[in-house]
């Protein structure tokens, strides 16, 4: 009986150093047939540089508080990388108009960034009403000679919407003295922008206190000239080919009323998902067109443009535009 008492515990304690065995070793199979772990999230703060300008004008970089508002901005704008990703891309389609328009009309060309900082370079509506590529609400497109209608929107429209804000900032300009103040203005309203200045008897934007909003503003916008003028520096990997090129377009003059936009693309030959594209303006269906007035539409000089030929003109269109900028 004691012999067979014996073979059954040494029979139990086999089968459970067995299974003990067994146990081990298909952990170790799982943790050999796991995949690697590649990650490698490299967190470093954005370079900052000791002298920089806005619009001609200096910046105080040597002010804690200055330096510390460019950091927060670079910060956010160095992480979240969808969204300025999409901001290059769209600056190649988006800049030589408004570069263009900023000379002719004698804004300094770092007001492109303000365009950027409004509406990351597209067409969006902000909760306040405000809209198109330089976010002007309803009343201030109007004044400054922006049409909004049921057919028409032109604060989509890039050309007439960079124009108007030019207007609006020299006007800005003037009223205040600096484009620094001019830029501030442009967020805050004048009337706010005003009544800070003579409530703290300060005219420098950089020693303000203003609304959050505001307080940021420029410092947002220097992010993005920054970022812009030394990519490589800020860790942005991207070539020609990778950008929205602008899309070669005639001129077609509308003088009387198109009842039919989707009929009026069949008969250019191009469709009408194009033609909306195009002309972004345009937000029915119909273009209804009052005596006397004209529009000018848009139209691909090659309908279906191929996406290759698009970068076609660029010279090596493969070439990080970080490397082109040493």
Known sequence: MQKKTTVIVITLLSLLLFGAISYAISQKMCEKESAPNYYANKITSPHIPDKLSFAGEEVPMEVYWVREALDRELII????????????????????????????????????????????????????????????????AKLYGLEISTDVDERCHLEKATRAACKYLKKCKNEFGSWTLAAAAYNRGEGGLQKAINDQNCHNYWDLW?????????????????????????????????????????????????????????????????????????????????????????????????YRMLFQHVDNPFLKIGDTLR
Request: glycine fraction near 4%.
């Open 210 to 306: 203003l609304n959050s909003e505001t307080s940021r503003y420029v410092y947002r916008i220097l992010s993005f000239k920054l970022m812009f003028e030394n990519p490589a520096l800020y860790g942005v990997d991207i070539c020609p080919a990778e950008m929205y090129q602008p899309v070669p377009c005639q001129t077609y003059t509308v003088t009387a009323t198109i009842p039919d936009l989707q009929k009026f693309a069949l008969d250019q030959k191009v469709t009408y998902r194009e033609l909306r594209n195009l002309n972004p303006w345009i937000k029915n269906s119909k273009l209804t067109v009052a005596a006397g007035k004209t529009y000018q539409l848009d139209m691909p000089v090659t309908p279906g443009q191929k």
């Open 77 to 140: 704008n160095c992480y979240q990388h969808s969204k300025t990703l999409r901001i290059f891309k769209l600056s190649a389609r988006i800049f030589p108009t408004v570069e263009r328009i900023l000379k002719e009309e004698g804004v300094p060309e770092d007001f492109k960034y303000l365009c950027v900082a409004e509406s990351g370079l597209e067409n969006v509506t902000s909760p306040a009403s405000a809209g198109g590529y330089w976010q002007f609400i309803p009343g201030t």
